[in-house]
T-cell receptor, first 114, second 114 residues
Framework: DAMVIQNPRYQVTQFGKPVTLSCSQTLNHNVMYWYQQKSSQAPKLLFHYYDKDFNNEADTPDNFQSRRPNTSFCFLDIRSPGLGDAAMYLC?????????????FGSGTRLTVV | GENVEQHPSTLSVQEGDSAVIKCTYSDSASNYFPWYKQELGKRPQLIIDIRSNVGEKKDQRIAVTLNKTAKHFSLHITETQPEDSAVYFCAASPVSGGYNKLIFGAGTRLAVHP
C-alpha cells in the first residue's frame, strides 16, 4: 500500500551526466518535498512545491532543479552531478499547515556518482 | 535561521533499560515536533509527535515531553527491545507559510543490546 513511490530505488550516474529522480503520490497531498540525506546525517530540505508554487531553500545549489507537472508527480533533476551529490534522496508529501502536520516519506532513491 | 540540536549522537543501552534522546530548537514559534525512526536503508517513519499546546504525549513504550519555555523536547523509550535499534531524528516545524517545513536534528543512533 505504498502511497509515496520513488523510482528508482538505486541510481548510478556518471560524473557530470544529468540524472532525474521521480516521485509519485496517491494521497492527493498539496505539498511535495525533496530532501537530501547524506550518510549519517539528517535529511536536508532542498525545495518543496505547494501545489504548483515552487519554493527553493536558500542554500540549495543551482545544480538541483525540480518539476511538478501535476499533483501526483514530482521530479528532481540534477544537471551535472558531482561526487558530493551522492546521497539518499527522499521525497515526502504533506497536507498544508492546519490540515495535519504529518509527512509521508517515500522509500528514497540512493544516488551513486561514479 | 531555524536550528535543531539533538543529543546524544549515539546511545547504547541494555535490553529492558530506558533510553532518552533530547532536542533543542531555536525558533520559538515552532509548533509541531515529530520524532522519526529510520532503520538502515529505509525511509524515516513517524513514531510519535507533539504539538506546542501539549506538554506530554505517550504511546505504549514511547513518550515525548515538550518544554516550550526552555525550547526543548525529549523522546523517552521504556523497556527497550533490540528492534528499537535504529537512528532516531527529532524535528521542529517553524511557522512559515502554508506548508509544514521540518527542520531535523542530526540524529541519534540507538543500539539496544540483548
Amino acid at each position: 500500500d505504498a502511497m509515496v513511490i520513488q523510482n528508482p530505488r538505486y541510481q548510478v550516474t556518471q560524473f557530470g551526466k544529468p540524472v532525474t529522480l521521480s516521485c509519485s503520490q496517491t494521497l492527493n497531498h498539496n505539498v511535495m518535498y525533496w530532501y537530501q540525506q547524506k550518510s549519517s546525517q539528517a535529511p536536508k530540505l532542498l525545495f518543496h512545491y505547494y501545489d504548483k508554487d515552487f519554493n527553493n531553500e536558500a542554500d540549495t545549489p543551482d545544480n538541483f532543479q525540480s518539476r511538478r507537472p501535476n499533483t501526483s508527480f514530482c521530479f528532481l533533476d540534477i544537471r551535472s552531478p558531482g561526487l558530493g551529490d551522492a546521497a539518499m534522496y527522499l521525497c515526502a508529501t504533506s497536507r498544508p499547515r492546519g490540515q495535519g502536520n504529518g509527512y509521508t516519506f517515500g522509500s528514497g532513491t540512493r544516488l551513486t556518482v561514479v | 535561521g531555524e536550528n535543531v540540536e539533538q543529543h546524544p549522537s549515539t546511545l547504547s543501552v541494555q535490553e529492558g533499560d530506558s533510553a532518552v534522546i533530547k532536542c533543542t530548537y531555536s525558533d520559538s514559534a515552532s509548533n509541531y515536533f515529530p520524532w522519526y525512526k529510520q532503520e538502515l536503508g529505509k525511509r524515516p517513519q513517524l513514531i510519535i509527535d507533539i504539538r506546542s499546546n501539549v506538554g506530554e504525549k505517550k504511546d505504549q513504550r514511547i513518550a515525548v515531553t515538550l518544554n516550550k519555555t526552555a525550547k526543548h523536547f525529549s523522546l523517552h523509550i521504556t523497556e527497550t527491545q533490540p528492534e528499537d535499534s535504529a537512528v532516531y531524528f527529532c524535528a521542529a516545524s517553524p511557522v512559515s507559510g502554508g506548508y509544514n517545513k521540518l527542520i531535523f536534528g542530526a540524529g541519534t543512533r540507538l543500539a539496544v543490546h540483548p
